[in-house]
């Protein structure tokens, strides 16, 4: 089955500690994103990236870092300097040609820092 | 960037149908239109994409006027398992990040 992974569901880490998130797709898409979402709001936008070894930051980078290595796979990491990093973090492929606009999102992991 | 207006929440009934709408004044001439559906605890799902006039699939159609200053998500005789948040976007093409603004969405809530 193709698709996006994300692990693991649930995260627990004690402040001043990075962390870094999993994401994995296998539908061959160029383009992948990083989106947090906090109670009874929206997405919002982290990082993203239209090609291997190439990213850019969203409305909310600061506190975050990201690679793209390889086309499959789009970590990011939250580290200590992120201020409030309790939140739900999405992950998203897609493809870049104009012919489709769909994201394809993964089942997110729930990151709680204490 | 276009931006998008939606209801924050809206009610219905089973075997209902239910209309969203979305205002998007600012669209550009190459975006489309997308909704996406979410549960709690869930990544978003697509629904449904247009870019003008109608589009139906097996679960929605979007109704999207001349003007394509608005759009209407249509879901026909919903269910309990309808309720979730509904996002409208509007997207450009090439993977970057135009439009990928998710607000807060409309909270959809049917009753039996």
């Known amino acids: 089955d193709g698709g996006i992974t994300q692990s693991p569901k649930y995260l627990f880490r004690k402040e001043g500690q990075n962390v870094t998130l999993s994401c994995e797709q296998n539908l061959n898409h160029d383009a992948m994103y990083w989106y947090r979402q906090d109670p009874g709001q929206g997405l919002r936008l982290i990082y993203y990236?239209?090609?291997?070894?190439?990213?850019q930051k969203g409305d909310i980078a600061e506190g975050y870092s990201v690679s793209r290595e390889k086309k499959e796979s789009f970590p990011l990491t939250v580290t200590s300097a992120q201020k409030n990093p309790t939140a739900f973090y999405l992950c998203a492929s897609r493809d870049r040609g104009i012919s489709s606009y769909e994201q394809y999102f993964g089942p997110g992991t729930r990151l709680t820092v204490t | 960037l276009a931006k998008t207006t939606q209801p924050i929440s809206m009610d219905s009934y089973e075997g209902q149908e239910v209309n969203i709408t979305c205002s998007h004044n600012?669209?550009?001439?190459?975006?489309?239109i997308t909704w996406y559906q979410q549960f709690p605890s869930q990544g978003p799902r697509f629904i449904i994409q247009g870019y003008k006039t109608k589009v139906t699939n097996e679960v929605a159609s979007l109704f999207i006027p001349a003007d394509r200053k608005s759009s209407t998500l249509s879901l026909p005789r919903v269910s309990l398992s309808d309720t979730a948040v509904y996002y409208c976007?509007?997207?450009?093409?090439?993977?970057?990040?135009?439009?990928?603004?998710f607000g807060k969405g409309t909270h959809l809530i049917i009753q039996p």
């Open positions: 600012n669209i550009a001439t190459n975006d489309y």
């Open positions: 990236s239209q090609i291997v070894n190439d990213f």
């Open positions: 976007l509007v997207e450009g093409s090439g993977g970057g990040a135009d439009g990928l603004t």
